[in-house]
T-cell receptor, first 110, second 115 residues
Framework: TQLLEQSPQFLSIQEGENLTVYCNSSSVFSSLQWYRQEPGEGPVLLVT?????EVKKLKRLTFQFGDARKDSSLHITAAQPGDTGLYLC??????????FGAGTTVTVRA | NAGVTQTPKFQVLKTGQSMTLQCAQDMNHNSMYWYRQDPGMGLRLIYYSASEGTTDKGEVPNGYNVSRLNKREFSLRLESAAPSQTSVYFCASSEIRMVSNQPQHFGDGTRLSIL
């Protein structure tokens, strides 16, 4: 059983559409991180959310941390083919080791 | 900027063979990690080294050993490879062990197949 559950597992959309990826847990996290991984490469950190209810924007990407600090979402506006990749959420449930979700594979078709 | 460098990038082994995966970072980070990534399971921590001279087990340590050779290098050894160890292995580093707010920097992975 994954500590962090991500949904959906796969998402395929047309260029210009919007999408949302979810990361949920029954545990409380002091912070959550979002990474993007492209084929043949390692994950790269996109953002860290720390405060319950926090919203962070990174160009067309909007990240939200739930009020109870148990969940997070990633929303992409007007997706582009360059957004294609595996999106991973990760958090530390206070044992000083990062736990990762299984990821959401996003494909944006031109 | 090299960041985290892993060697080799690809490897095929026969069951029972041994090998060592190498990892080096040039960011002067204190903490280093080894993960494996399997389809549908995300990244799972094998071993980590909070600081030079220390190593600890992660979520899936069985069948593996590690060595923190110095502050820069952290190697992962498979003593007797098994098909269940077929995976993509990632090394990562972070400035300090306290993971909250600390980004991890990943290498590009070693793709290991065991026949």
């Amino acid at each position: 059983t994954q500590l962090l559950e991500q949904s959906p597992q796969f998402l395929s959309i047309q260029e210009g559409e919007n999408l949302t990826v979810y990361c949920n847990s029954s545990s409380v996290f002091s912070s959550l991180q979002w990474y993007r991984q492209e084929p043949g490469e390692g994950p790269v950190l996109l953002v860290t959310v720390v405060t319950g209810g926090e919203v962070k924007k990174l160009k067309r990407l909007t990240f939200q941390f739930g009020d109870a600090r148990k969940d997070s979402s990633l929303h992409i506006t007007a997706a582009q083919p360059g957004d294609t990749g595996l999106y991973l959420c990760a958090g530390d449930p206070n044992d000083y080791k990062l736990s990762f979700g299984a990821g959401t594979t996003v494909t944006v078709r031109a | 900027n090299a960041g985290v460098t892993q060697t080799p990038k690809f490897q095929v082994l026969k069951t029972g063979q041994s090998m060592t995966l190498q990892c080096a970072q040039d960011m002067n980070h204190n903490s280093m990690y080894w993960y494996r990534q399997d389809p549908g399971m995300g990244l799972r921590l094998i071993y980590y080294s909070a600081s030079e001279g220390t190593t600890d087990k992660g979520e899936v340590p069985n069948g593996y050993n590690v060595s923190r050779l110095n502050k820069r290098e952290f190697s992962l050894r498979l003593e007797s490879a098994a098909p269940s160890q077929t995976s993509v292995y990632f090394c990562a580093s972070s400035e300090i062990r306290m993971v909250s707010n600390q980004p991890q920097h990943f290498g590009d992975g070693t793709r290991l197949s065991i026949l």
